[in-house]
């Protein structure tokens, strides 16, 4: 039966002591390593979601999914519309059963642009994202314009902050920062053949991917504050002067953690937001709010070196990003678990240690949760779903399916 996620009143997961040993007991009969997605938890994630963009609809990016079922699921709710995805294959991919497929990176993968340029069912369901004509010329030469479908764009803002004192802030992705420099690139390409720029996209990673949470990011929270205000200027400006060129179809903006202050700005009509799906720890260090932990795995106690510690097979399944503790996935049940400074999470095994660990028997089970939503999906063949106490379903992740696309 197909995944539904029905609003939520209640919130199990905020009672730890019950919510983890009850996903525990549902799942007692499946050998670690397993990964769960709780679906009161998720559904609780999406329909929170949905009341944080306050109507401006979301695109799903897939990459913080991969997990088609999931996909479905949510894109089934109203509010959710389209998909953001990560690689050209992945959105032919998806785009073999979805209509409205936004790749979120520049491609120069030649045979997927030859696969693209050659059907005309899936070039009207996908969309690239250019922010150089550079892009358009590899386009060219793996198809001329002639010899193919007209191909969708979307144009990438460069959303960053630039602050005379701090720099650069935020991430180093498009080169088209100034309101003139994409009114002049969207004007070069509406006079290129084989090309229809439909889109815009402005992805404000600062603001929608940096934690503000206690005393202690006081400046972080005044930092996005002001990229937020500098940001809704110049991206409505750069906007509307696009328009003025191009028809767009959709101008999207945000992430998980910036959906309310990319909703109040009337330039944008959709938020690209997915890893609040799964509610992994990098978004325990947000103020605004607090997803639910609806994805974690388990993994086998295997040994027990001394009285205070348990080593569990593998766990090394570390998130991408500037290297350091906070890209580790953290024990979080049995409770007061910690790693060992000397080897912390490995590759094929991970020590633990603390109280909880003396109580650790060869074959026990720790939970974990990890730090970037969709990259759990890499190291697991599927999820179990769980709900209501019982296994309800399982899902295959992309790697499931054999597809590993970046």
């Not at 503000?212 to 750069?238: C, P």
């Not at 605004?288 to 009285?307: C, I, K, L, Y």
């Not at 000397?342 to 603390?354: D, K, L």
Request: aromatic share 6%; charged share 20%.
């Amino acid at each position: 039966m197909p995944l539904t996620l029905a609003p939520q009143n209640d919130r199990p997961w905020q009672k730890p002591a019950e919510w983890w040993p009850r996903l525990a007991s549902a799942t007692a009969g499946i050998e670690p390593p397993f990964g769960v997605v709780a679906v009161e938890a998720l559904a609780a994630n999406a329909h929170d979601m949905l009341q944080r963009a306050q109507g401006t609809p979301i695109r799903v990016a897939s990459k913080s999914v991969r997990v088609r079922g999931v996909l479905d699921a949510v894109l089934a709710l109203p509010g959710f519309r389209g998909i953001l995805a990560y690689t050209l294959p992945e959105a032919l991919w998806l785009a073999e059963t979805h209509d409205d497929v936004v790749v979120g990176y520049p491609t120069a993968d030649h045979l997927a642009i030859a696969k693209l340029a050659s059907d005309e069912k899936l070039a009207s369901r996908v969309t690239l994202m250019v922010d150089s004509f550079t892009q358009l010329d590899l386009i060219d030469a793996v198809a001329p314009p002639s010899q193919r479908a007209t191909i969708r764009l979307c144009l990438e803002l460069d959303a960053s902050y630039r602050n005379p004192v701090l720099g650069h802030v935020g991430v180093r992705r498009s080169p088209i920062h100034e309101v003139a420099e994409a009114a002049s690139v969207a004007a070069a390409i509406v006079k290129r053949p084989g090309f229809r720029l439909v889109g815009m996209m402005g992805y404000e990673a600062q603001v929608a991917g940096v934690g503000n949470q206690g005393l202690g990011n006081v400046a972080i929270r005044a930092m996005q504050k002001a990229s937020s205000a500098e940001l809704r200027e110049r991206r409505g400006a750069a906007v509307a002067a696009v328009r003025k060129v191009a028809e767009l179809e959709f101008v999207n903006g945000g992430g998980t953690g910036s959906l309310e202050s990319t909703h109040d700005d009337p330039s944008v009509t959709e938020i690209a937001a997915g890893s609040g799906l799964f509610g992994p720890l990098l978004f325990d260090g947000y103020e605004h709010f607090q997803p639910a932990p609806a994805a974690s795995f388990a993994m086998s106690v295997v040994r027990r070196p001394s009285a205070d510690i348990a080593t569990v097979l593998g766990g090394g399944w570390i998130a991408s990003g500037p290297p350091g503790q906070d890209r580790l996935p953290r024990p979080v049940w049995p409770e007061g678990l910690k790693y060992l400074s000397r080897e912390e999470a490995g590759e094929v095994q991970t020590p633990v240690q603390g109280d909880a660990a003396r109580d650790l028997k060869v074959g026990d089970r720790v939970w974990f949760r990890h730090v970037k939503a969709g990259e759990l999906s890499e190291h697991l063949n599927e999820f179990v779903l769980v709900e209501d106490g019982r296994i309800v379903d399982r899902m295959p992740t992309y790697r499931g399916e054999g597809k590993a696309f970046l």
